[in-house]
């Protein structure tokens, strides 16, 4: 009875009231008894619904502001479940009430996906509180993390006790392991290691029913049935929570070097590509590529830091190159990979790393790229992947009709050219006002790039999720029969709607 | 209206017939007008219902004798689908007549789950006349192959354009990928390279609706919703049919070196792994371990093979490394390994091949040891995985619990330890007629392998799946929340129960 009311009605642009008395839903008393439930679960501490709560309902890039109904804040697992299970309950008793749930972590995400819609009908369920790592199996190579560990705190981890955990991406000083595997996150060492869901063994998961599904298994092989985790990674917390994961864990190299390459086109990065996978195999963990405005940016907004190589060349290449036996013969081998590219041509100049800090610096480089566009002011972000193979064609053609719609655009394009993935990010006209190109052209700078994409086989999405961005998107690029599956899948494990609604599949709330 | 009697009586053992008119399914008018829809769209010779289809309806290790209502055989995608839609429209219109479909590929499984069953209603839609390789890009390093393709022919193919297609396993002659998809195969590759999910990045499906979904991407990375490409991958057939996969290819190492050691425990040979793990990094390619009476039965049974060092130690281990520089340099740090190994008593001696035919040689041993066990009589097999660090333990434990219930039983224990993944099989004692042993004791065996294998967080299928043969134990040893998830997504996926019911997961027919 208490959510009877809670169909809320619609006035104006941002404000939602009961249809029946006028409330909103914070104000109405079904909310008290809902949030007295939670009180009680969790302690009050936990259960945020007043004050400033704008660090959870801001998402990362500023681009959309929620209202939480309440921030809860669940120190394990079995709390998890019982906040699932009081929504579910409530939401079953009143179907009518939006009540929802969305999950959350670090709040980096770059898709609104993980932050509360505007209704105020929805539960931010912070895991930042379960932030142990509850076991290193050294042996079995595996970590087991609770949702909430920063990511570069499972790194640090692994590395005291020698090991590699190699997911590695910007954010990685406030992102969660939650939330890397909710959006299969993805970052520089894909190339070697895969994206987040290759370096995960098993999790544990909190239904949208409330139940616990206990899969956190160390195993490496496991063929008793569907392939539930994998279908949990990557549905960004729309299908259930997730609350730990077991984790692969690499030895360490004993050497790491980078070169960084001038190439004198997007094709010789790309055959320097495969140059580099035959002579250096395993070894190679990075290769990224970087263009000569992107590059332009970096050096004029950070001026402290030397930008190689790039005056002379439409693109620079980062390469990494890891080694299992020691400095030395890794300078051989990277020596030998830059001999043979000059000799094919593939490259025209480059320069290796003599040390840990100037390696550093190289990466600090290409990890600058966001910032330094940001500072010119902002533009218009892609985050796509075509077969390694179409990468050069795609970015001719597409530059081409972007420029011819929009005479005078800057492409800042960057990203792991390895995993055919760039940030193929487009900036106003020297001539023009960044937010009135952003205003008059984003739509029309997407509908280019998705259309080239989709026609080059790629993906609108290669690395970020799909979040609230990107969903319109998917209704339309996504082959019909998968979005067909997707629902279903969605309607299957979650029939309430309850987790997360609206983002990578919509159905009716 | 044509299948309304369709619904059979069970007579005895292997005998249906219709409850209205007693004729079996074959013979029942309704069948006719089935096969000749079949026929119209396939041509008559790829519609097969008479004759001896043994090849077809047998499962390899001749477990099990099923009874097909015809074998289809579709050559193209488009076909497969046609065959799909005819079965699903008969099914809606008589949901009574119990008629399914049986995808499989070359026939190799373990678990019986590509035959039909003995009720005479299931079609076996065989994909092995989809055996083209549609596409090879080499710049992207993929592969796409129609599921009929042997797995050796893929292997070959890649070979000759100078890359490697890693997954290997005993059946390589014969199995397709699409059965390699359909039940994520394993083999001796794992350790470095996965199983065949981390081999595949894209898919073409029929659905069990008869739709296409043309997934067929060559993309490292797409974050755009849920991953249904590895939720068919390993579902044996029962969401639908795969009838092409786009498959990752790698440079082919500069050489590969196998070395053969003999080590004094089970202990030793985890440690070794993990040695061999920080030594070797990504080149570790292999590591097999062999149980002294697995290899005594290969000494026995052929005796034209030369089994090294197994008299004297109670384990052998297969290491393989591959290097991406030079033979020369691979023989340097094998020996550079063995020398720490020996150091560290991990492994009592070792012999490491000096050429590829002696390498070959090593690998043969190892491939035989299923061959020897046949011809010592029959045994009660096990593919079970546990994490690495515990597998010594496991063996300890459940040999003795074994030996405690029947004294004297031998166990033919080995695998690919890398991935923790044993053939633990338990032969009858030497005084005991095997065929007897199996009769009596396999139920009970299993039990205890099983139960172990449960209490040390293991799988009861790491590698060959569930088919028909593990289904029951499946309810019994996996979380009922995994369950509960699996049905909901068959239903979802597959709401007639169309497609190789009864596999996997059971719903009602």
Redesign the interface.
């Known amino acids: 009875m208490i959510f009877e009311f809670f169909h809320v009605k619609h006035v104006g642009c941002v404000r939602f009231v009961c249809a029946a008395c006028n409330n909103s839903p914070m104000n109405h008393p079904a909310t008290q008894t809902l949030l007295s439930e939670l009180t009680t679960l969790l302690g009050c501490d936990q259960v945020l619904s007043e004050g400033d709560l704008s660090s959870w309902e801001q998402d990362w890039r500023k681009r959309c502001n929620g209202r939480a109904l309440a921030v809860v804040r669940p120190g394990c697992t079995e709390e998890v479940a019982g906040v699932v299970r009081v929504c579910s309950r409530l939401r079953a008793q009143h179907p009518e009430c939006g009540l929802s749930i969305v999950p959350q972590g670090g709040n980096t995400g770059l898709v609104v996906g993980s932050t509360p819609d505007e209704s105020g009908q929805q539960i931010v369920l912070s895991l930042q509180r379960m932030n142990s790592v509850r076991e290193v ?6 970590l087991t993390a609770e949702a909430g560990c920063i990511l570069q705190s499972i790194q640090d981890r692994a590395l005291a006790l020698g090991f590699l955990f190699p997911l590695s991406l910007a954010a990685e000083g406030s992102c969660t392991i939650g939330g890397n595997l909710g ?2 996150a ?1 970052g520089t060492q ?3 290691f ?2 987040t ?2 370096l995960c063994l098993g999790l544990e998961v909190v ?1 949208a029913q409330g ?5 956190l ?12 985790r ?2 949990f ?3 960004e917390g729309t ?1 259930g929570v997730i609350t730990a994961a077991t984790l692969k864990l ?2 360490l ?1 004993a050497a790491q070097l980078c070169a960084w390459a001038a190439v004198p086109s997007l094709e010789a990065a ?1 055959t320097l590509l ?1 140059l580099a ?7 190679l963990t990075g290769f990224e590529l970087m263009g000569q405005f992107a590059l332009h940016l970096v050096d004029k907004h950070l001026t402290r830091l030397r930008v190689p190589l790039f005056r002379s060349a439409p693109f620079c290449v980062l390469l990494e190159y ?1 080694d ?2 020691s400095e030395e013969h890794a300078g051989h ?1 990277l020596e030998h990979l830059l001999v043979l590219a000059q000799e094919q041509s593939c490259m025209t100049d480059a320069i290796v790393a003599s040390s840990l800090t100037q390696a550093r610096q190289l990466w600090h480089v290409r990890e600058s790229i966001p910032l330094a566009q940001a500072q010119e002011g902002q533009n218009i972000k892609h985050d796509i ?6 990468v050069a064609e795609f970015v001719r053609v597409t530059d081409a009709l972007i420029e011819a719609a929009i005479p005078g655009v800057q492409m800042v394009n960057f990203g ?1 050219l ?4 760039l940030h193929y990010n487009v900036q106003a006209p020297a001539s023009m006002d960044a937010a009135l190109f952003l205003r008059d052209h984003e739509d029309l700078v997407h509908r280019i790039v998705f259309d080239s994409v989709h026609a080059f ?10 979040g609230s961005l ?1 969903t319109d998107d ?1 209704t339309r ?3 019909p ?6 629902g ?6 979650d029939p309430q709607n309850l987790m997360n609604p609206g983002r ?2 919509k159905l009716p709330r």
Chains 1, 2 share one sequence.
Do not use: F
């Open positions: 199996d050294v042996e079995n190579l595996t959006t299969n993805g894909v190339l070697r895969g994206s869901r290759d239904t139940d616990i599904w206990h899969g298994s160390g195993l490496r092989k496991d063929n008793t049935g569907y392939d539930l994998n279908l990674i990557g549905s299908l690499y030895p190299p790309v495969g996978h035959r002579c250096l195999g395993a070894g890891s299992d036996e081998r992947s075509v077969p390694v193979s179409g792991h390895g995993d055919g993935n086989g790629g993906s609108i999405s290669a690395e970020h999720g799909v990107k998917l690029y996504k082959s029969v998968a979005l067909h599956m997707m279903a899948i969605k309607q299957a494990l990578v599949v």
